[in-house]
C-alpha cells in the first residue's frame, strides 16, 4: 500500500488488513540464502553458548547501543573482552526466539527481534557491487 490515505475510514481499513496479517519477511530476504544460513548459524552458536563462533559472524567496527550511548569495538579482542555486554541475555534470547520467515529487512539491513541485532550482507569493495558473507553489523543491547 503504497498510496496515500487521507481521512479516518480511509485509514481504517489498511489498518485492519496489516493487523490481520502474519508477519513475513520481505522477498529478497527470503531467497537470500545467505540471510538463512546466517541465521541458523548465529542460533547454533548462541545456544551452545559459543562466543567464538558468535563473534566470528560479526562485522568490524561493530556498533553496539546500550543505555548510555553507542560504542563502537574496532575489533574482536576489545569484542572478546565485553561478549556479555554486547551480548545480554535479552539479546541472546530474542536471537534464539526469531524465526526465518519473520525477519524484517529495509535498506540498512536485516533486523532481529525488535532491533536487537541487525545483519546484512558486508561489501567488499569500495562502491560495494560485490556483496561478501553475512556478518552482525550493529547490535542494540539496552531495548526491552
Known amino acids: 500500500m503504497r498510496q496515500c490515505w487521507t481521512g479516518l ?10 493487523v490481520g496479517m502474519a508477519a513475513t519477511a520481505p522477498d529478497w530476504v527470503l531467497k537470500d540464502n545467505g540471510y538463512r544460513s546466517f541465521l541458523r548459524d548465529l542460533q547454533t552458536a548462541v545456544r551452545s553458548n559459543n562466543s567464538r563462533v558468535v563473534l ?7 556498533r553496539v547501543n546500550r543505555r548510555g550511548g553507542s560504542h563502537p569495538y574496532r575489533n574482536r579482542a576489545e569484542a572478546e573482552k ?3 555486554r554486547i551480548f545480554t541475555p535479552n539479546v541472546r534470547r530474542v536471537i534464539l ?12 539491513g536485516v533486523m532481529i527481534g525488535n532491533g536487537e541485532v541487525w545483519f546484512d ?3 567488499l569493495d569500495r562502491p ?5 558473507p553475512v ?10
Open 82 to 84: 565485553d561478549y556479555n
Open 9 to 18: 475510514r480511509r485509514l481504517a481499513l489498511p489498518l485492519v488488513l496489516v
Open 97 to 108: 526466539a526469531q524465526k526465518f520467515d519473520d525477519l524484517f529487512g529495509r535498506d540498512q
Open 121 to 123: 550482507h558486508i561489501c
Open 56 to 62: 566470528d559472524l560479526a562485522s568490524f567496527p561493530l
Open 128 to 132: 560495494c557491487r560485490t556483496k561478501g
Open 135 to 144: 556478518r552482525i553489523i550493529a547490535v542494540n543491547s539496552q531495548t526491552r
